[in-house]
C-alpha cells in the first residue's frame, strides 16, 4: 500500500504549509492517518476503493477498542480531509464521506479553580520562594515557579507560550507581554503588579546562583540559563504546589488550568467576550465561549447548594 502513504504524506504536506509552526498538530494528525492507512493495509484497500461502509466499519472498530469519542471524532475529521484534499487535488475518483453524517463532539466543560483555591495555589508558592533556609538553589526553583504560576494567571497564556519567552521578555517597567501563539501569531497580554514583582524576585535570585551569567529564556534552568524550563517540570511543580495548598483535586490541577481560572474569572467579573478572545489568542470566538457554559455551571451549582428551598429538601430527606 505505498500509493496509500504517498498520497497521504502529500495531504500532511499540504497541511502543514497551511498550519505553519503547529508541529504538535501534525504529529497527532500523522498518528490518526497511520492508524487509518493500517487499517486500510490490512485489507488491502487502496484509498481509492474505500466506501462509506468501510469507514463505519473502522470507526465501529475504534469505538469497540474504547477509544474516547474526542478521539474517534477527530479521527472522522482526518479521513473527511484527507478524502476531499484527494478529490481537491484530482488524486482520487470519490469521497466516501461525502454522505456521512457530522460527528458532533461533546464539549467537556474545563476543570477551573475558584478564585479562593487559585489564591492559595499562588500563596503557597509565594511562601516557598520566601524561605532562604532552603538554601539559594531550592528558594530560586521557588521563586521561578511562583513567577510562572503568576504569569499564567495575570496573562491567560498557554504554557508553551510561557515557556518561550526569551529572557528580555520582561524589563523593568513592562506592564504587556508580546506572546507568539499558534500559527506563529503574536499578541500582546498583560502582567500585574504582583506578576512583574514575583518575576524580578526569579531573576534576582538566578542571577545570584549563577553568578549574573547570561540568560536565554525567561523561565530556565537555574543552573543553566541557556535551558528553558520544560513543559513536563512545570507540570510536577504545580501539582507539587497544589498538593502543599490543600487542594481538593491536586491530580485535575496543570498549568493550563491557570489559563482557564484566568479567563473564567475575568468574564465573571464582566470582560466582554471578543476582548477575552483577543486576549487568549483563539482564532475564533466559538473557543472563548465555553466560559460562559462555565458560568452557567457554576450557576447551577451555586443554586444547588445555596437555594433555601434546597436546604429543606436536604433537611427532609434525613428528618
Not at 71 to 78: G, S
Not at 260 to 287: P, Y
Not at 302 to 319: A, F, K, Y
Request: with cysteine; charged share 25%.
Amino acid at each position: 500500500m505505498r500509493t496509500n502513504h504517498r498520497l497521504a504524506q502529500l495531504w500532511l504536506d499540504a497541511l502543514a504549509t497551511e498550519l505553519g509552526s503547529a508541529a504538535g498538530t501534525i504529529d497527532t494528525y500523522t498518528d490518526d492517518l497511520n492508524c487509518y492507512l493500517a487499517w486500510l493495509g490490512g485489507r488491502s484497500l487502496r484509498l481509492d476503493d474505500v466506501s462509506l461502509e468501510h469507514v463505519r466499519d473502522y470507526i465501529a472498530g475504534l469505538d469497540q477498542r474504547g477509544y474516547a469519542g474526542s478521539t474517534i471524532a477527530r479521527r472522522i475529521t482526518v479521513i473527511r480531509n484527507l478524502h476531499r484534499f484527494l478529490i481537491a487535488e484530482e488524486l482520487g475518483s470519490r469521497d466516501p464521506t461525502s454522505t456521512m453524517p457530522s460527528m458532533k463532539r461533546p464539549r467537556k466543560l474545563p476543570f477551573v479553580l475558584s478564585i479562593t483555591e487559585t489564591e492559595g495555589l499562588l500563596e503557597t508558592a509565594h511562601r516557598l520562594a520566601a524561605d532562604p533556609s532552603v538554601g539559594l538553589y531550592r528558594q530560586a526553583g521557588y521563586a521561578r515557579r511562583a513567577a510562572l504560576f503568576e504569569t499564567l494567571y495575570a496573562s491567560g497564556m498557554r504554557i508553551s507560550e510561557a515557556l518561550s519567552l526569551p529572557s528580555d521578555a520582561a524589563r523593568p517597567g513592562t506592564r504587556m507581554l508580546m506572546v507568539r501563539g499558534k500559527g506563529d501569531k503574536q499578541r500582546l497580554v498583560p502582567l500585574h503588579e504582583r506578576a512583574i514583582e514575583a518575576i524580578t524576585h526569579w531573576q534576582k535570585l538566578a542571577a545570584e546562583y549563577s553568578g549574573g551569567r547570561p540568560t536565554q529564556w525567561l523561565f530556565h534552568s537555574v543552573r543553566n540559563g541557556t535551558k528553558a524550563l520544560t513543559r513536563q517540570a512545570a507540570l510536577l511543580e504545580i501539582k507539587e504546589a497544589a498538593v502543599a495548598a490543600g487542594l481538593a483535586s491536586p491530580d485535575r490541577v496543570s498549568p493550563h488550568v491557570l489559563r482557564h481560572a484566568f479567563a473564567t474569572h475575568m468574564h465573571s467579573g464582566g470582560t466582554d467576550l471578543r476582548v477575552l478572545q483577543e486576549l487568549l489568542g483563539h482564532a475564533g470566538i466559538e473557543t472563548t465561549q465555553i466560559y460562559t457554559h462555565l458560568d452557567t455551571s457554576r450557576l447551577h451549582q451555586m443554586v444547588g447548594d445555596l437555594h433555601p428551598l434546597n436546604e429543606e429538601e436536604r433537611t427532609d430527606q434525613w428528618s
